[in-house]
Every structure is written in C-alpha cells, then in structure tokens.
C-alpha cells in the first residue's frame, strides 16, 4: 500500500485593507467590521467536510495566508485552534505560520499571537523605501516596518520571515541593496526574496509600471545573492533564504509534494487518496460572501491530477529546493517510476541542466534556466 | 432558351474599393436573382478569405433575366473578376468569355492602373468597354473631373458614363440598360457542332471537376458525349446549368451562354482552363484559342514546422492546386528546414493567401523562406540556368553573368504624391521611360527590377501615396546585373534557409539591416547567438543575441500551480512555433526578417 506524503494545512483569510496592484492572489477589500466569528466557524464547518482527507495522519504545519491574516483577532485565532484541535491531530513540533501586515495595527496583535500558539511569523515588508511602498500600493510606512520587525522579536517570535521584493519600478541596484540591508540588520532567520513579476487580473497588469531593463534585474539578483551568501544564508530555493536550518517548513511541504488541506475563501488543496491511488486538487469557492453563504458548498473544484501530469508538477516544485528531491522520494510521492520520466531527463542531462544521483535535483545552469527545465518535462 | 441577341456577357473591371462588389450584388437584387433574406453582402466572394479580405480571387458567373424598359427580356451573363494585381491573368480569362465591359471608375477618386491595364486587356480582345461612375453619393465625388480623366488616360469616350451609386442603389437601371443598348449580343452558329471555352475549373467534393464554359457554337445537353481538346478524353455530360449566382442545373447551353458542366472529371487536370470541349461525335472541331499559361512571379519554400505534418502538407497542397492552376509546387529538401516544398506563387498576397489557407483550412504550422525571384544565371560553359532558390545558386567561380527579371511598371497617382513615388522607383533602381500629366493624376512608366517590385513595392508605394497610387506591372525581359547571394550564418553555420540574392550595392546595407533584424526576432536563449551576413567568405555585418542570464518564476508557493503551468505551457507553445537550428530556436518570422529590411 501507498504511503502517504506528510499533510499540512493551509487557511486562507480573504481580506485586506486595501488590494495592492501587484498582488493576484484571492483577497478581497475589507468592510469596516469583519464577519470574523461566522469566518471562524465556516472554516471550521470546511474543515469537517475534509477531514476524510486526512487519512489518520498529523498536521505537520499550519500556515494563515492572505489576504491578510493579521486583521483577525487572537482572539478568533484562539477560538480557531479549539476547534482545529478538536479535529486534528497535531505534529509535537508543529510550524504555525502567520502572514503579517507590518501596520501598527496588527503589530499590537503580535504578543497575543504568540500567546496562542502561532510560532512563526511573515511579514509583508516589501520594501523599506517610501517611494517604492507607495508605488506598491503599501498601507504601511518605513517606520511602521521597522516597528513591525521590532515588535515581533520582542514578542518572542523568534522564527521570522521578511517577505522583500526586488526589480521594483525605477529601482536600481544600489536602491535594491539598500533594502536588503536593511532587511537584514534585523537578524531575521529567514528571508524571501523575489523579484516582482506582474501577473494578469492585477493593476499592474492593466497600467504596467516601468521595470527596470533585464540586465538590471540580473545585477540586482547577482549583487544580493553575493551579499546573502557572504553572510551565511542557505539560498535553499530559488527565492527562500535561511539561516540556523530554519527553513519554512511548511512552504518546503509544498516543494517537496507533500500534501495540504486548503481550507478558506479560495483556498487550494492537494491531497494524495490511499484507496484511489489518485492525487488530487482542491479549491475552494472564492468569494469571501459565497464561502459565508450556508447555502453554497464550500468545495469549488476538484481534480484528480492526469499520471501525464503528476511527475512535471512534483518537479515543478522540488527542482526549485537547492537540494531537489530523492529519488525515492519522488518515485513514493507521485506513485510514479522514474523510468516514466526518464526521457526528459535524458534531454535534462544533456543540456547541463539536472543532476541525477540519490536525488533529482537542478544544477546551478538549471536553477538558473528553471523554467527551460521544466518545460522538457510537459506532455503535449 | 434565349435568342442569341437577347444574351448579353459582361465583365466589370474594377479596382479594389471601387464598388465592384457592391454593384454586382445591386444587378442581382435588381434581377431578383436572390431573395432579399439571401442577399448576404457580396455574395459572390464565396471563400471565407475573400470574405473577410473584401477581394475577389477566383472568376465566378452569375446569370440574370434583365427585364429592359423596352419590354424585352434579356439574359445578362456576368462573369466576375480579381481585383488586385496579382490575379491579373484571371482578368483577361474572364474577359475572353465577354462582348463587353463595365468599366467601373470611384467618381470620387479616379482610374487606378491596374484597371487601365484590364480596360487595354478587354479593348484588344474586341471588347465594348462601358464607362460607369459609381459612388456618385460621395460628398467628394468629381464625375466631371473623373469622366475626363477617363478620356485622358484611357481615351475612351466617357461623355455617356452612367452615373451611379451602387451603395445607395442610384440610376442602376441605367446601368443596366447601357449595357443592353450598348453590348454587342454574342455571335455564333446555333447548328454547328459544339465548340466551348473552359473560363475556369473547381473542384467540387461532390461533384467533381465543374467547369465554368462559354459556348461559342452549338451547344451542350445533360448527357451528350463531350471530348477536351488538350486531353482527347470522352466524358459523359452528368450536369450543366448556370449559377443565379445559386447553382441552378438547366439541362442545355446554347450558343452565346455561360454557365457550368459536370462531366464526372476527377482530376482538375483533366479540364485544364483554357481547353476546348467539343462534342465527341465531332471531335476534329478545331481548337479555340486559350490562355497564356501563367507563370509564378514569386517563389518561396514552405516547410512544415513539425516534420510529421510533411505529408498531411502535400495533401493540402496538392488539394489547394485542384482550385488553383497558378498554384505551382515541388518538393525541397533544406538542411536547415528539412522536407518542405519550393512553391510558385503570383505574388506576394497570393502566397499570404495560400500560407493563410494552409493553416487555416489544413491546420498546418509552416514556416516560409524569403520568397525571391527567378533569376539567370549564364555559367563559364555557356548554359543558362534558371535558379528559384538562393541555396541553390551555383559557385561564383562557375559563373560568367547573373541576370535580374525586369518588368515595366505603370503607375498612377495624384500630384502631390509624384515626389515619393518617384523616390522610391528611384530606390528600386527604376528607369524612367515616361510621364504624363492628365487631370489630377500622373502616368509614370518605370521599368524596374521584378524581384523588387513584387515583395513589398505595392505596398510602399499605396503607404508613399495615402493608398491613391495605383500600380500595374508586367515581365519584359532578363537583364544583366551585379548580384551576390546574402548568406546568413546562426553561431557559425550557414542557413541555407536564409539566404538571399540581392544587388551588390545593397549587401551592406541590408545585411546590417537584416541581422539587426534577426536579433530582434531570436529570442535570448541560454547562451549567446552571432549572426553573421556574409558575402562568400566576407562577413558583412555581426550582431548577437547575448544569452539570457535567467529564466526562473521568482516566487512559487505550492497553493495554485495551475498558472505556473500555463506559463510553462505558453513557453511550450512558443517553442513549438519555432525551428531549432543546430541548438538556437528561431522562430518562424525571422525567416522572413528580409522582407522588413526596407520598413
């Protein structure tokens, strides 16, 4: 029989102050009050629905996303985490992960957030230049970052990651490095560090700001990847960097084809089925309304993955880790033999672009033309 | 059954926009040759392609009974003609089938040159050419100004022109009852034995080979035992009948008519345009004379993108040929492309047309070569060699002399565009052979070099004249010049593909030009790509494509992968539009980069 990948889970909280431009994921503007306690108990009603899902395994992360899910009070997040304990079994070392906007707003929640379990936090800097922020469609100050950080470490948080971007409008490579600087002085244990890419259903796709040229773009990525590595920080994925072995353990699920329970407004799942020996995708009805209504299911969609598809999309995934994925682990995870894959890979090895050994995993040419390496890996 | 002085054939010569169209499906109206709820604007551009391109590209007929103002009924046969330049030899085929001619003149714009070389088509082969004024509901329209301009440029007389307007339905009686008054009926001897002019043949999927026929003498029944001349085969007539423009079968044609046969043909050849059909009980009734056969002006190789498609591409070809004579094809073999076919086309919208129709109709993704001229080569042994394709033109050191097809243009266009279009017959290494001012427009005569007047000189020439110059040209003869072949080199290889036979004063020019070109249209790819023009061994001009430096998604997170893989597929896709070369990817539209030096 199968053995099943690891499970964590995944909550979506649909909500911001404001939508920044850039941003496509599923969030929504939000009203004065939210309806925090029937959003408390719809995920909870989700989260029955799925619990077949969890085929008698623990949780081994939680991650809150966005949204933001800093407008939530501790207190729902309290009343959350009776009822996630009520019906799941929790890993001794669970990640519990909470998206952070670093307003004043949310920093004041910071402490109560600790107080209730949340062991790790991410928080949404962007950029520390005023220009930028407001370019970006930031609610928050330079300062009130600054703060945030501060905060966050004094509540004791002591896993911490700074979501930064790089390639900004207009930014130069010295602008660039004075924001990794400064996101660095904090000492956080973990850094995201991406380059903003303008995806469709944004602002930004609509009205496109001035990026720089793409020769910039790559100074700026091989100028901070110099800087970071100097340091000491494992660049562990193409755009996840960590100190102490504090990799996100629960984003590292997701590389290396792990399963997740998505429950919230919008939110995705993957879950491999023992019985079926399918894989499966999830999505949830997006619209924050549709997800309150009692009337409306909560599942959107579901799909199992086509056997022509699984190994691309596990690779899609663990070719982005440093450390790709074992062989055996790939062979487990997908339910597929290595041997089905074993042309592209061919054709990967001959361009100098994938590593075969215990593991599959990108050669430095590779991670640098990822995407050229995983399109050998689509069917037609 | 109608007398033979009650039938009247007719063409209309046009120039493209000039209404041609929109008149036509005004004489059906008026005829009531289709309902009202039928009438779909321009009914007789049947294909998709004319359609939406508003050109007419094949002949077709259509038969109407004109009631005239004198109580008669008459049987107005007109047979439809191209409009652009390229379909030329359609004109003159169509003609052929005509006592007469509408000339069919914008009151607003004037005489194009393309229908002042149709109208001297039609004059010599005996035709009545009437003057029609159309658009005369145009605010700007000038009859005054255009009826003399007729006069001048064509010098027939246009005092009587009907003035009309097909859009707003004004005087098409008059029209009409021009043509009646004016036309010679047909001639011919009702008793003879069958003699008929093949206009045009299609192939039908249900029906076969169809036939478009005028029938000069005698005539032919559903039934009857028929032979083609050039074939000497028998066949047994299944169907013949008129269009309405609606297929209608009659049973009979009779002397003076046009309409169509079914003979139970398989093979477009086998009625070649042009022949003569005779009846088989009387089969030594002399021949009538046929068409020029035409010749390709423009040559391109076409290959399949994917090396799979290479026989679902010659079906498609050989299917397209069957509907078009002038349609020429033979395999090609390029070390760059693979299998692919060396086509022959008018011109250039001719070979848009057909790529378009490969792709469309046949689902093909091809990629096309520079299309290029023929041109001569005279060898140090004294033999002259016709070459189709640059890759395959011989040593220079085997060659004594190259030589350019020059043709003679004549153009047409309002005064205060002489001074671009002169620049750039100045530019394509025209010679002036005259200019005459009449009216408001100018007649220049220019011989130039062919291989630069069929690319993209039509089109220059409408951009240098707001779309008012008008351009009609035709081969003279082959002329001695100083031409080289362009190769281009990808990393150090020569693709054969790519190669070009221009003027040697140009080469630097336009390969400078031409690599910029390249390395604008080659993507980035994971390692850096020169491109190279070169002259023998003599490198003209460099550029290269530096490597990308990255190609990753920047941020990933497990949740929704459904987008990563789009992105991942549409680079797929792109790729799939692309040919590797030795290991660059280039797409289709670099092999045509030659064709936009000169933008």
């Known amino acids: 029989m199968r053995q099943l990948p690891p499970l964590s889970l995944y909550v979506h909280v649909p909500w911001c102050i404001r939508k920044c431009p850039y941003c496509d994921f599923n969030s929504h503007q939000a009203d004065e009050s939210l309806p925090e306690q029937d959003y408390i108990s719809a995920l909870l009603n989700d989260l029955d629905h799925d619990l077949p899902w969890v085929q008698g395994r623990e949780i081994q992360s939680i991650f809150f996303g966005g949204g933001t899910p800093s407008l939530l009070s501790a207190n729902a997040y309290q009343r959350l985490f ?90 130069t490579v010295a602008d660039a490095m004075a924001d990794l600087e400064l996101a660095l002085s904090f000492q956080t244990t973990h850094l995201s560090w991406y380059q903003l890419t303008i995806e469709p259903n944004t602002e930004f796709y609509k009205r496109p700001p001035r990026l720089p040229e793409d020769d910039t773009l790559w100074d700026i990525q091989e ?106 682990q790939f062979e487990q995870r997908t339910g597929l033999s290595l041997d089905r894959v074993a042309a592209p890979i061919a054709r990967a090895q001959a361009l100098g672009l994938l590593n075969v050994d215990r593991a599959l995993y990108a050669t430095d040419k590779g991670q640098q033309y990822l995407n050229e390496l995983l399109a050998l890996f689509l069917t037609d | 059954m109608s007398q033979l002085d009650h039938i009247r054939n007719f063409s209309i010569i046009a120039h493209i926009d000039h209404g041609k169209s929109t008149l036509s499906d005004r004489f059906i109206q008026v005829c009531g040759g289709l309902s009202d709820r039928e009438m779909q604007a321009q009914v007789l551009d049947s294909m998709d392609i004319e359609r939406e391109r508003g050109i007419t590209i094949k002949a077709q007929s259509v038969t109407l009974d004109y009631t005239a ?50 109208c001297y088509t039609a004059i010599e082969q005996g035709l009545e050419v009437r003057p029609v004024l159309n658009k005369m509901d ?66 039908d999927s249900y029906l076969g080979v169809v036939s478009l026929v005028r029938v000069k003498n005698g005539e032919i029944r559903k039934g009857d035992k028929i032979r083609l001349k050039s074939t000497g085969r028998d066949h047994g007539v299944d169907g013949v009948g008129i269009f309405t423009p609606k297929r209608k079968e009659t049973g009979r044609l009779g002397t003076g008519e046009v309409g169509y046969i079914v003979a139970g043909i398989k093979d477009i050849h086998g009625a070649p345009v042009g022949d003569t059909i005779v009846s088989a009980k009387h089969p030594d009734t002399a021949i009538l ?30 299917k397209l040929s069957l509907n078009d004579a002038s349609l020429f094809f033979e395999p090609e073999n390029s070390d760059a492309l693979g299998f692919g076919f060396r086509c022959g086309f008018l011109g250039m919208l001719h070979m848009e047309i057909i790529q378009e129709r490969l792709e469309r109709e046949y689902d093909l993704d091809l990629i096309t070569t520079a299309p290029t001229v023929i041109y001569q080569v005279l060898t140090r042994k004294g033999d002259i060699i016709e070459v189709d394709n640059p890759s395959k033109l011989p040593d220079a050191g085997t060659i004594e002399e190259m030589r350019e097809p020059i043709c003679e243009a004549n153009i047409l266009v309002p005064e205060q565009y002489l001074g671009n279009v002169i620049s750039l017959c100045i530019e394509k290494r025209g010679v002036q052979l005259d200019m005459q001012f009449t009216g408001s427009q100018v007649a220049l005569k220019y011989e130039l070099p062919l291989g630069e007047v069929v690319m993209d ?41 790519l190669a070009v036979i221009m003027h040697r004063d140009s080469v630097r020019r336009r390969g400078a030009i031409l690599t910029e070109k390249m390395k604008e249209l080659i993507p980035r790819q994971m390692f850096d790509v020169a491109i190279q023009a070169a002259m023998g061994n003599q490198v003209v001009a460099r550029t290269t494509v530096k490597a990308l430096r990255k190609n990753v998604t920047a941020k990933c997170y497990g949740g929704d992968v459904s987008r990563k893989k789009k992105l991942l597929q549409k680079q797929k896709e792109g790729k799939k539009r692309m040919k590797q070369i030795g290991n660059v990817e280039i797409p289709q539209e670099a092999f045509l980069a030659v064709l936009r030096v000169d933008d």
């Open chain 2, 457 to 497: 000189f039509f089109d220059r020439i409408k951009s240098a004249s707001r779309g008012f110059a008008s351009l009609d040209y035709s081969f003279v003869r082959f002329q001695e010049a100083p031409l080289v072949r362009l190769d281009v080199l990808v990393n150090g290889d020569r693709v054969d593909a």
């Open chain 2, 138 to 203: 145009l605010p700007q329209a000038d009859p005054d100004r255009v009826a003399q301009e007729i006069e001048d440029i064509i010098g027939i007389d246009a005092t009587e022109a009907v003035r009309c307007s097909a859009k707003s339905g004004l005087n098409i009686e008059d029209v009409l009852e021009d043509l009646v008054a004016h036309v010679p009926a047909p001639e011919g001897d009702p008793d003879a034995p069958l003699q008929a002019l093949i206009i045009d043949s299609w192939f």
């Open chain 1, 223 to 328: 100028a901070g990847l110099r800087r970071l590595q100097a340091l000491g920080y494992d660049h562990y994925e193409i755009s996840a960097f960590c100190r102490n072995g504090q990799q996100a353990r629960h984003n590292v699920n997701y590389w290396q084809f792990g399963d997740y329970l998505g429950i919230g407004a919008g939110a995705h799942g993957k879950i491999t089925l023992q019985d079926a020996n399918v894989i499966i995708r999830t999505q949830k009805t997006r619209l924050p309304r549709d997800y309150l209504n009692p009337d409306k299911p909560f599942l959107a969609a579901q799909h199992s993955i086509e056997p022509d598809d699984i190994g691309l999309e596990c690779l899609m995934n663990a070719l982005r880790l440093k450390e790709g994925i074992l062989v055996e």
């Open chain 1, 82 to 171: 009776v009822g996630l304990r009520n019906r799941l079994r929790f890993a001794p070392d669970i990640e519990i992960t909470l998206e952070a906007n670093p307003g004043t707003f949310e920093a004041e929640k910071f402490a109560a957030y600790r107080d209730i379990g949340i062991n790790r936090l991410s928080i949404g800097i962007q950029s520390f230049q005023p220009e930028q922020l407001q370019k970006l469609g930031r609610v928050h100050d330079r300062a009130q970052a600054q703060t945030a950080i501060l905060t966050a470490q004094r509540a004791g948080f002591d896993n911490i990651n700074l979501d930064l971007m790089h390639g900004l409008p207009g930014q």
């Open chain 2, 69 to 118: 103002r004198n109580g008669e009924t008459y049987q107005l046969n007109f047979i439809d003609t191209p409009g652009h330049v390229d379909f030329s030899y359609e004109v003159s085929r169509s003609l052929s089938a005509c006592e007469g001619a509408l000339l069919v003149v914008d009151a607003a714009q004037g005489v194009e040159a393309q229908s002042v070389a149709n």
């Open chain 2, 289 to 318: 004379p046929g068409f020029k056969k035409v010749k390709p002006q423009v040559y391109a190789g076409l290959f399949p993108v994917s090396s799979d498609d290479f026989e679902s591409f010659r079906d498609a070809l050989e």
